[in-house]
């Protein structure tokens, strides 16, 4: 491989890493505005991978609208509830959760609610409560709590996390009912900010304990768990040690919930069947059973990335089963360097391969890199439940796409100038050289050149199908006159910068200093000429006569020397009529641009005192076609 060829690579390859390392960066430090996609992304996934079946052993005993309609509206009396609870147990059930809470005396009396308490007393029964998070909340000193004894184990590095919610208050039981139960847990499970509910705490602090959530306590209840602790492995992860089980948590004791379906995926039941006796035999023989309402005006719904109106207490039969299955969703304690990873990988691959194999190669490498992708993750996902996400890997592979695609185009396009530039002859490469210096000094000028180029061309052309003028323009003269045409300007390399750049009106000093620019173009041409020791050149000498004469007049009022009719040179005459049509219709740095119309009616009326009459006439019988020309924004010498 030569040098040259590896200064292009080296140089496309720098280019495409920059983008992902940005890329890299925002996998790392998860810039909020990306967050939301990032989680519409894991909830396409969730519903594209396959699940396993809900956990037999959870039931959900609704009060539903039949209920409602066959015992009378809601709520119920709380000996009523209590005879449920009584029958659900005689049934069998393992464990009994509620998830209704009794913060209030029951209108029928106190009598009610020691019924209700002498059914829990019975034992197997876990009472709901809510957790309030805000300022002006506090913990009642009548609340009866179940606090559990958590040792929270750090990282060994010494850092201390402080790894769950804190909350401020509770919303609890009456504490007739709160004493009358051996366990308890709490209801809250908050929506992410897009309103999704994809994970649920499965622990919380309260004035220095720590309390387990309905789920978690109904499941320990079940299953007779004796330990519990949670290891905190950085910021954004730990895990909870429920006996031998270990339960992933995000860092603030979030379980990500692993949903089984849409609503209504769990065994319900009706509470009016269970009371009537109308359940299946061993329907509720050792069961999970949650309590809760689904009944119109009394059902608390959310959105889940399965379902808009999925039932709060169906959240709850959701968090036992990913327990008492062990079949959890989590990201890796070190999710961020791991997304961070991949996106650098992928995206300096494609770099890599970009640079040596151009782009159809970095094409072909991103497609397979990012379906690789999406297909690994979604099949992490489905067989470990470990979610990766392949957002940040994707935002790396397009961006190195588009960065090779746009280095590429512009490697290329740089070659294929050179390559023009080189079969130039040298007199084109003067004359370029010597254009450059009207565009480093005012961009709109070089525009305005180049436009000239393709007028003149067309104007000459046209005047030459004239006798008087066939034997002056020849088609070598013609396309000489084109290629000098952008030349006309030159001059104003010497013009200062406040006349040249100046917007509007020109003070007489100032229009007499842009009045030396033919003079100084001259002088140009003739070092230029000097210095190459060329002499009686016909390119020279038509190169002078177009930025000497281009602002002659036909009646002599013109400068800089007052030239007068055929007096002024052919090649001066045509550049006079190309250089106003384009400066009146396309540059607006002095003053408003015309539309095309009023630009020829402006000619057209100095015709004979302007202008040569024999270049007008010629002019108008090409004039729409300056006006397609006028219409090309950034039109280039060919």
């Known amino acids: 491989m030569s040098r040259a060829q590896a200064v292009p690579r080296r140089l496309i390859f720098a280019c495409c890493a920059l983008p992902v390392v940005i890329a890299t960066a925002l996998a790392l430090f998860r810039p909020a505005w990306l967050t939301r996609l990032d989680q519409s992304i894991y909830d396409v996934m969730l519903r594209t991978v396959d699940t396993k079946a809900p956990d037999p052993r959870v039931v959900i005993i609704d009060v539903d609208d039949r209920s409602l309609s066959t015992i009378g509206q809601w709520p119920w009396r709380r000996d009523l509830l209590a005879q449920l609870i009584a029958r659900v147990r005689s049934e069998g059930a393992s464990v009994v959760a509620l998830d209704i809470m009794f913060a209030e005396t029951d209108r029928a009396g106190e009598e009610s609610d020691a019924a209700l308490a002498d059914a829990l007393r019975g034992g197997r029964v876990v009472l709901g409560y809510g957790l309030m998070f805000d300022e002006a909340s506090r913990a009642s000193s009548t609340c009866v709590l179940h606090p559990v004894g958590l040792a929270i184990v750090q990282p060994p590095d010494g850092t201390t996390y402080e790894p769950l919610f804190r909350a401020t208050g509770a919303v609890c039981n009456l504490p007739m009912l709160g004493d009358a ?230 490697v290329e396009r740089r070659r294929a100038n050179k390559a023009g530039r080189e079969k130039t002859a040298a007199q084109r490469l003067m004359i370029q050289a010597l254009l450059s210096l009207t565009e480093t000094r005012d961009a709109e000028t070089g525009r305005h050149s180049r436009r000239t180029q393709q007028y003149a061309r067309l104007l000459a052309e046209r005047l030459a199908t004239r006798p008087a003028f066939r034997a002056a323009l020849t088609p070598e003269r013609i396309d000489l006159l084109s290629t000098l045409a952008p030349l006309h300007d030159i001059g104003k390399v010497g013009v200062p910068d406040q006349v040249l750049n100046k917007p509007g009106a020109l003070t007489p000093e100032e229009l007499a200093e842009m009045r030396k620019h033919p003079t100084l173009g001259r002088q140009v041409i003739l070092r230029a000429q000097s210095q190459l020791g060329v002499k009686d050149d016909d390119t020279l000498e038509m190169a002078k006569d177009i930025v000497y004469t281009h602002h002659e007049r036909w009646d002599g009022a013109g400068y800089p020397q007052g030239l007068v009719r055929e007096a002024i040179p052919l090649a001066g005459r045509v550049m006079a009529v190309v250089d106003v049509y384009d400066a009146v219709r396309a540059r607006s740095l002095y003053k408003t641009t015309m539309s095309h119309t009023d630009t020829v009616a402006f000619i057209v009326k100095e015709r004979g005192t302007h202008f040569d009459p024999d270049v007008v006439d010629a002019f108008l019988d090409v004039a729409d076609r300056f006006k397609i020309i006028s219409e090309e924004p950034g039109t280039e010498a060919a």
């Open 181 to 410: 139960v051996a366990s308890s847990g709490f209801l809250n499970a908050a929506p992410d900010a897009d309103g999704i509910l994809r994970r649920a705490p499965l622990l919380a602090k309260l004035d220095g304990r720590v309390y387990e959530s309905l789920a978690l306590a109904s499941v320990s209840a079940a299953t007779g768990v004796h330990d519990i602790a949670l290891r905190v492995a950085n910021v954004n992860a730990s895990a909870v040690s429920v006996d031998e089980r270990i339960v992933p948590v995000d860092g603030q004791g979030n379980l990500l919930l692993r949903y089984r379906g849409k609503k209504r995926t769990f065994p319900y039941l009706s509470a009016a069947d269970v009371l009537q006796q109308r359940t299946a035999a061993g329907a509720l023989r050792d069961k999970v059973v949650f309590i809760g309402t689904t009944a119109l005006g009394t059902r608390e719904v959310v959105a889940t990335p399965l379902d808009t109106l999925f039932a709060g207490v169906e959240v709850q039969a959701t968090v036992a089963d990913n327990l008492l299955q062990g079949d959890f969703i989590f990201r890796s304690p070190h999710g961020a360097a791991l997304d961070g990873l991949a996106t650098l990988v992928v995206g300096l691959t494609i770099a890599l391969v970009g640079a040596f194999a151009g782009v159809s190669g970095g094409l072909a490498t991103a497609a397979a890199a990012v379906a690789t992708m999406w297909w690994g993750t979604t099949r992490l996902l489905a067989v470990t439940g470990l979610f990766v996400s392949p957002l940040f890997a994707t935002l790396g592979a397009a961006a190195s796409v588009t960065a090779l695609t746009l280095v590429r185009f512009m």
